[in-house]
């Protein structure tokens, strides 16, 4: 064999290796979004006392310490190994993620609920990192497709799986975070090892305007996005059934429609180009508009579809856009930005709608809906201006 084809088969290799590692990753980042969805709508009504805003942060009170991890994966990368910040992560998120089955106590699942924050938020830029260490940008756009592939599959695996653990008890829904365990495994045997970034001080990692730009857009589409994820099982228990497997399937129905998104993220960016970001916004406010005026469980997968097309290709067009904006050695500080201040949109986002929610009369699911679909059509509106502008700019030089 020659030395030319001995290099392409290890470059080969390599990519098989790498591609596999982002898929296991994002799979268990999935898990994120799964967070305590399929039994939302019965803890509402196991801790009533605490009321439902309460109950509802237990969905994203893991901004919180998600902001911590994020802050730190810039400098984290400078003195560990990508590899081993993302089995740290994958740690803290298996043992937090399982141990509410064993204490059952509001307490408890809320501090473990803190906590797993921090470690979905030091493995969360990891992909991104990975990706762009790996790959020239021109590549990048469809391993962030994998990247949201990986989590459309993990989210609907956990919210299918979780729906039937949760049929059998709903403290057996916890067990599904298991899969995190499973994910350290393969990241331990297929992830590639490289060394921390040679920087004297993360400080040195320098962000630009661009990056606060998409991750101002990232706390907007967070903020309002939440609104489905933290009101569509109290919505279903309310006005359609109490059974939690319906809650599992319908958010599986979510999280299938944002792995077509990944799958073919290359071709529909590809497709809309300028436009992709904006077309992510649109995608949810229509859907938020479908569950308002389609009655029934046909608005709820409707919307659900949507909603899962809206995060999947938002997250990949803003990762994307991320990895493109600042040199190799700082993506994984801008990815970790972007987490923050998208996290800062999660972690205010049941506060925010229920405050507004009370303002149309009180904090109800519908009402929560409708503000987050005008608060998505107008955020729509001003990112599709600046895209028009963006491109007649580019044409121009």
């Not at 999935?30 to 109950?55: F, M």
């Not at 994020?70 to 590899?83: D, E, F, P, Q, R």
């Not at 001080?201 to 991750?215: A, D, G, R």
């Not at 930005?337 to 972690?347: D, N």
Request: proline residues 3%.
């Amino acid at each position: 064999m020659s030395v030319s084809e001995t290099n392409k088969k290890n470059k080969s290799s390599v990519k098989r290796r790498v591609a596999i590692s982002v898929l296991i990753i994002a799979f268990a980042f999935g898990l994120n979004i799964t967070g305590i969805l399929p039994v939302l709508g019965i803890l509402n009504e196991k801790y009533q006392q605490y009321g439902t805003s309460a109950v509802q942060l237990l969905q994203t009170i893991i901004y919180l310490l998600l902001i911590v991890g994020s802050l730190m994966v810039g400098w984290l990368t400078t003195k560990i190994s990508k590899k081993n910040i993302t089995l740290m992560g994958l740690f803290i998120v298996g043992c937090c993620g399982v141990i509410p089955f064993f204490l059952e106590s509001f307490a408890v699942l809320l501090l473990a609920r803190i906590v797993i924050g921090f470690g979905f938020g030091i493995m969360g830029p990891m992909n991104t990192a990975i990706i762009s260490e790996f790959f020239p940008p021109e590549e990048r756009a469809g391993y962030m497709g994998l990247h949201v592939v990986g989590m459309g599959i993990g989210t609907m695996v956990g919210n299918l799986l979780g729906g039937m653990l949760a049929g059998i008890g709903y403290r057996y829904f916890y067990l599904v975070y298991l899969i995190a365990f499973a994910a350290m495994i393969g990241v331990k045997i297929v992830l590639i090892e490289t060394p921390p970034v040679k920087v004297e001080k993360s400080s040195e990692l320098k962000l630009n305007k661009m990056v606060f730009v998409i991750s101002f857009a990232s706390f907007v589409h967070t903020l309002f996005i939440n609104a489905y994820n933290t009101n569509i099982g109290i919505y279903i228990l309310q006005n359609i059934t109490d059974d939690p497997s319906v809650t599992g399937v319908v958010t599986a129905v979510n999280a299938a429609f944002a792995l077509l998104v990944g799958m073919f993220f290359g071709k529909i960016s590809g497709f809309l180009k300028t436009y992709t970001l904006s077309f992510s916004i649109f995608a949810t406010a229509a859907g938020y508009g479908v569950i308002l005026f389609v009655p029934g469980m046909a608005g709820v997968y409707i919307a659900s579809a949507l909603c899962g097309v809206s995060l999947s290709c938002f997250m990949a067009i803003g990762s994307y856009l991320i990895s493109i904006s600042v040199e190799q050695e700082a993506v994984a500080k801008a990815s970790g930005m972007f987490s923050i201040i998208g996290g800062i949109g999660g972690l205010i986002a049941p506060i925010f709608l229920g405050k507004a929610a009370e303002l149309l009369g009180e904090n109800s699911a519908k009402n929560q809906f409708e503000i987050s679909f005008v608060g998505m059509l107008i955020f729509g509106v001003i990112v599709l201006i600046a895209s028009v502008k963006k491109e007649k700019k580019e044409r121009n030089q």
